[in-house]
């Protein structure tokens, strides 16, 4: 079933780690951040994960997440595809994407994208600023 309508994004936070809690279910995001920032270019990151909370939205597509530079030039510096059916509008889906290494080139404008198929449902600004 293709997407008969794409969902509404929430949130997209991105973090050094996430803890589920076996007893009760809830997330704690350790380490958030919104932008990167470091005195020497490229910056090689820590491996981290993307905390994505989306509702609404019914059928079956391929949730894409990327991240490029905000002019959109040049190949994505990292995408993944997640597999995603919605069968009830009214429910909270909860999206953890890992990041296993992500090389930002300079210092600059990013934007982490995310698409429903070939909707694009939100862009999200990731400024990477040069200290000292």
Not at 47 to 69: Q, S
Not at 108 to 126: F, I, K, P, Q
């Amino acid at each position: 079933m293709p997407v008969i309508a794409p969902p509404t994004v929430l949130s997209v936070i991105p973090c050094d780690q996430i803890y589920k809690c076996p007893a009760t279910g809830k997330m704690s995001l350790l380490g958030t951040f919104h932008f990167f920032f470091t005195n020497n270019y490229p910056l090689a990151m820590y491996p981290f994960v993307i905390y994505i909370i989306t509702t609404g939205g019914r059928g079956d597509f391929a949730f894409k997440i990327e991240m490029m530079r905000a002019s959109g030039e040049g190949a994505p510096l990292f995408s993944k595809s997640l597999p995603m059916k919605v069968d009830d509008p009214q429910q909270f889906q909860f999206h953890v994407a890992s990041v296993p290494g992500l090389v930002i080139p300079e210092p600059g404008e990013y934007v982490l994208n995310l698409w429903a198929d070939d909707h694009l449902l939100s862009t999200r600004r990731m400024p990477a600023h040069k200290v000292g």
